[in-house]
């Protein structure tokens, strides 16, 4: 199994800067796209950023020039920086990573348990 783990979520004030982590353990060959979902209260999951094994992103209209993805794949860890932020990024963030376990293997979805961004004043 491929456990992720995320932290740095928590309360900041509008305008502030948080960044999250998300690590990747267990028993893991590759990691190919890793991603950052964030669920607001009432509304769907939507996908906030994305990082490709190669390095390219992408970010939701929302978010664009004021978060950061990126990735540390000897750590198998991504991250993401998240500044000017807005009382709209309050969410569960959750990190996503599609992995596979062995060379011959298929690659599979994983998901992280999520951490909670609030910004309020």
């Known amino acids: 199994q491929v456990q992720l783990v995320e932290s740095g979520g928590g309360l900041v004030q509008p305008g502030g800067s948080l960044r999250l982590s998300c690590a990747a353990s267990g028993i893991i060959f590759s990691i190919s796209t890793m991603a950052w979902y964030r669920q607001a209260p009432g509304k769907q999951r939507e996908l906030a950023a994305v990082?490709?094994?190669?390095?390219?992103?992408n970010y939701i209209d929302s978010v664009k020039g004021r978060f950061t993805i990126s990735r540390d794949n000897a750590k198998n860890t991504v991250y993401l920086q998240m500044s000017n932020l807005k009382p709209e990024d309050t969410a569960v963030y959750y990190c996503n990573a599609d992995a596979k376990r062995s060379y011959s293997g298929s690659y599979a979805d994983y998901w992280g348990q999520g951490t909670q961004v609030t910004v309020s004043s």
């Open positions: 990082i490709r094994s190669g390095g390219t992103t």
